[in-house]
């Protein structure tokens, strides 16, 4: 194994040759300059202050490193689909870097529409039964608006009818955070649907769905 000081001694002479080198000869590449635009910036600071230690929060994902393709050598045409494409945001659990939600930032282009390709997005995050959420690009956002966005995501990857009333998921009663989709396993309720507080087990807020 090489020691870090041979290490160091290779990648600076490596680092003297390529600026000694003619630039003409030099790889086409370049750092992307900002990495973040000016709105995902925006909705990335929020999402951090809203999302605390609960979630990682990753930007810019990949969806071919998202999901699989089952059969691949029969489904060539939908790799081709999400090829060179990502979700802007991905949030994942903390200890198991499991994916908990999607989040993408869309373009509104008429009253009723949607681009084709949010609609795929869509698709795929509702196939996989991940939340997906869809945020409209501004140049600031609400927390309070953001919340109720990831509630709306959460019912409609839970498949539970909206509350038409309220069009949300209940808040938590005990600390009044959004609560999330989740099934009794054991028990007397086994397999009955309720909410549970995102911040379960440290919050044990429950409500229950008739």
Known sequence: MKSVKFLYEESNLTYNRIMSEDKSSRL????R????SATEAALFRLL????????????KVALS????IVRPNENVHFF??????????VLCDPNTYAPAFGVEMVKSIAKSGMRESDKFLSEIF????LPLVHVPVNDSYVAADLIALFQLAVVKAGKIPPNLEADSVPNCPVCGKMMV?????????EGKKYYGCMDSPTCNGVVPID
């Open 65 to 68: 490193d998202l999901f699989m």
């Open 28 to 31: 086409p590449y370049r750092l």
């Open 80 to 89: 081709n689909k999400i090829f060179r494409k990502h979700v802007d945001f």
């Open 48 to 59: 951090n202050e809203l999302m605390g230690k609960r979630y990682i929060i990753c930007p």
């Open 181 to 189: 989709l989740r099934m009794h396993r054991s028990g007397a309720s």
């Open 126 to 129: 509702a196939d996989a039964g």
């Open 33 to 36: 300059e900002p990495f973040l």
